[in-house]
């Protein structure tokens, strides 16, 4: 691993089960199955479009309820 870079931690531990069913939601979204439910097998460009559609999604929620409540910080 270079120098600098961290493995990817979940902060809440509560979310862990949610958010690996959500990866495997994204990737059968996208027509993404990993073979025995092993990811290393797949090419880094599918891995990261189920990333990258994670944070799509993410952001999308936290916009959502930013709306909703008039949320945010002032300045």
Not at 34 to 47: E, F, K, M, S, T
Request: some cysteine; overall charge positive; hydrophobic content about 35%.
């Amino acid at each position: 691993m270079a120098e600098g870079q961290r493995t990817n931690r979940i902060l809440v531990r509560e979310a862990s089960q949610a958010m690996d069913n959500f990866k495997y939601e994204i990737a059968a979204e996208l027509g993404i199955n990993p073979p025995g439910n092993y990811w290393g097998d797949l090419p880094a460009r599918q891995c990261g479009a189920v990333g990258g559609q994670m944070v799509r999604r993410m952001i999308e929620l936290a916009e959502r309820q930013l709306a909703q409540t008039g949320g945010g910080t002032t300045r």
